[in-house]
Nanobody
Framework: QGRLVESGGGVVHPGGSLRLSCEAS????????ISWYRQSPGKEREFVAT????????DHADSVRGRFTISRDNSKSTVYLKMNNLKSEDTARYYC???????WGQGTQVTVSS
């Protein structure tokens, strides 16, 4: 069935950086595209970034392009989201997702505050 576990969230000042990790288990993660989404209180969950199985194709939402970078290490079954120049509007709970397996993690909280 599979499981996704996010980590790396925290509280940072505006302009700071964080790296989120999403570790997959229970399935062959290297066969699947994996995405990051985020959700703030009172808002819809929104797409952040996606990476295909072999990391040949990546895409980022306009709101984060140039600041966030998605990557993966298939030897560790892990997908990363490096977030630079964080802004208050990036505050949200961040989730990883495997669409074709209908699989979501539990999320990790990112708070950007001065």
């Amino acid at each position: 069935q599979g499981r996704l576990v996010e980590s790396g969230g925290g509280v940072v000042h505006p302009g700071g950086s964080l790296r989120l990790s999403c570790e997959a288990s229970g399935f062959t993660a290297s066969d699947y595209a994996i995405s990051w989404y985020r959700q703030s209180p009172g808002k819809e969950r929104e797409f952040v970034a996606t990476i295909d199985a072999r990391a040949y194709v990546r895409d980022h939402a306009d709101s984060v392009r140039g600041r966030f970078t998605i990557s993966r290490d298939n030897s560790k079954s892990t997908v990363y989201l490096k977030m630079n120049n964080l802004k208050s509007e990036d505050t949200a709970r961040y989730y990883c997702h495997v669409r074709s397996r209908h699989l979501w993690g539990q999320g990790t909280q990112v708070t950007v505050s001065s």
